[in-house]
């Protein structure tokens, strides 16, 4: 198996390196970036991240040019056991007394005025979450991007704690690849084994080296403490822009951090929207496919023009909340964008004049055959009547991207897997005008199996008139044989159906390799030799949008 090995890149000139003791005793480094020709101690802003703090990647150089023109010290962090910095590599623990310690070094220092905020995406979102859990006075405004309160592969959960979510593989091969010990390692398992749990065996072979959190939540499933028993939503609130990506693989979880903290007392009054078009890379929906020249990740005069929006919401965000030389109302409550069409500003998340609408899965007989299948149509519920399809562990339905957290670079069109029969497709009528969705997707379906557990996932697809598909939301959940009506949440989206284009829901039992496929027994998925076929009969089901008037 060939294993590439990422190691840390040099410390730019601009920055200076400290080795930052924990309580511990395991230093952590850290880089400071000052603001030229400061008077005076300043606020700063603290990003804490796996990744390589001067990676390319991440590009918290660049990063940092724009926050100290805005007077902001800028102090960028590897986390315990990863890159540079000391400590033992188990992902998702650790990050709260780390950055209560981190934050109180920072305040410490001659050039800091005491007031702190953090910044970032995915686990450097996390460890803001880590951070509030800690309570440190100093901690003034948080802005978390395209993640979590809890994003932990080995979990599988993603949102309501209340659906039963199907085992995310691509989540657990980003843990056996980022979290083994300082470095990180990009590989390609061979996936086809069985047991499914011995691909990774073989990651580990070629390592030399074990994921500690790999051994402990897959496929184990222990649960790690993540915050010391104290969740952030029940400390101390402080201010969130919670930066949410329509097409992010992890959108679901954050728009569910957000409308919980909105309905939270103390928490309510200060949290703030601002939803892109966009998936977990940055990527945005104007830009899919990526071509050489829009390719932030390569070019760098891409790399520039995404700055702008990467970083300004967030030190708009700041002169409120750690300045202070700008006031609350400067600040839009929800800025969000609708896809193919651009930014709207809002009072809250849905909009004012957003509404429910219900899409009844109908004319079931057909939904197994070709696209246009079944019908998809507001006029229901109609007679009773049931459709199957099948799950086959010899033959799953493809994944349409290798990369979710990439998902727009190749934006695909998936109209081939829409005609599988195992999938079954609900097309509705073309639009005759614009169709604005603003808000969440969820679906009911009243579905059982011949297996004693079985998987469903669903996707709702912008249907174009030449037929090429493109998703819109996704959503996943498990159910059990005896069957009843299984809920699946779809996440929330900000999306133009625009005239002549169909809306179009596929339903199926597999998505491999992005999720772990279903023993079809009660034997534990990744441990399972013989994965068995199920068949699945739905019986009804309700996609329920949310539109504007």
């Known amino acids: 198996m060939e294993i590439h090995r990422v190691v840390a890149e040099p410390v730019p000139d601009t920055a200076r390196q400290h080795m930052v003791r924990m309580r511990d005793g395991v230093r952590l480094a850290t880089d400071v970036y000052p603001v030229p020709d400061a008077e005076g101690p300043l606020p700063a802003v603290l990003v804490r991240l796996p990744y390589d703090k001067n990676s390319r990647y991440v590009f918290m150089d660049k990063v940092a040019e724009r926050f100290t023109a805005r007077g902001y010290v800028l102090v960028v962090q590897d986390v315990r056991g990863k890159f540079r910095s000391e400590g033992e590599t188990l992902a998702w623990t650790g990050e709260v007394n780390d950055g209560y310690d981190t934050i109180d070094w920072v305040v410490n220092q001659e050039w800091s005025n005491g007031i702190v905020g953090m910044f ?36 599988e959960r993603s949102g309501d704690p209340s659906i039963r979510r199907v085992p995310w593989l691509e989540g657990t091969s980003y843990l056996a690849g980022y979290w083994v010990d300082n470095d990180s390692y990009e ?41 010391n028993a104290k969740h952030p939503y029940d400390a101390r609130p402080v201010p969130v822009l919670h930066c949410v990506g329509w097409f992010d693989n992890v959108g679901t979880a954050h728009m569910w951090d957000y409308t919980q903290l909105s309905m939270r007392p103390g928490w309510d009054a200060v949290q703030f929207l601002y939803a892109d078009a966009t998936d977990h890379e940055n990527t945005a929906l104007e830009d899919a496919p990526l071509g050489a ?83 998809l149509t507001g006029q229901g519920p109609v007679a009773a009547g049931s459709v199957r399809w099948h799950y086959d562990p010899d033959d799953l339905v493809p994944s349409a991207v290798a990369n979710t957290f990439d998902f727009l670079r190749t934006y695909p069109d998936e109209r081939a897997t829409a005609d599988r029969e195992d999938v079954l497709v609900f ?16 679906l009911l379906v009243e579905v059982s199996s011949t297996a004693p557990t079985f998987d469903v996932f669903a996707k709702l697809f912008d249907v174009a008139p030449d037929g090429s598909t493109h998703m819109i939301v996704r959503g996943d959940a ?22 002549g284009h169909r809306l179009a829901l596929t339903v199926t039992s597999s998505d491999f390799p992005l999720y772990v496929p279903n023993s079809g027994s009660t034997e534990n998925p990744w441990l399972t030799v013989a994965p068995k076929p199920s068949t699945q009969t739905l019986r009804s089901g309700v996609l329920n949008i949310t539109v504007l008037s």
């Open 187 to 227: 590989f390609e398992p061979d996936l086809s084994v069985r047991p499914l749990v011995a691909a990774f065996e073989e990651v580990f072979e070629a390592i030399g080296a074990r994921s500690k959190g790999f051994d402990l939540m897959v496929p184990k499933g222990i649960e790690l403490d993540s915050y």
């Open 293 to 375: 020249e829009t390719d932030h990740a390569a070019d760098e005069a891409a790399l520039e023009r995404l700055l702008d929006g990467y970083t300004g919401p967030a030190l708009d965000f700041f002169d409120v909340f750690l300045k202070g030389i700008a006031g609350v109302q400067t600040l839009p409550r929800v800025r969000w964008k609708l896809g193919h069409v651009g930014w709207h500003t809002a009072e809250q998340w849905p909009p004012t004049g957003a509404r429910s609408v219900e899409l009844h899965l109908t004319d079931l007989s057909a939904a197994a055959g070709t696209v246009p299948g079944g019908l």
């Open 120 to 155: 970032g995406d995915s686990y450097y979102g996390f460890t803001q979450w880590s951070a509030v859990a800690s309570e440190h006075p100093a901690l003034r405004a948080i802005v978390p991007r395209v993640t979590s309160t809890d994003i932990a592969p080995g979990r």
């Open 478 to 499: 498990q159910g059990e044989a005896v069957g009843g009506v299984l809920r699946l949440d779809l996440g929330h989206t900000g999306y133009r159906l625009r005239p």
């Open 427 to 442: 097309t509705g009528e073309p639009a005759a005008e614009p169709l604005d969705l603003a808000g969440p997707v969820g």
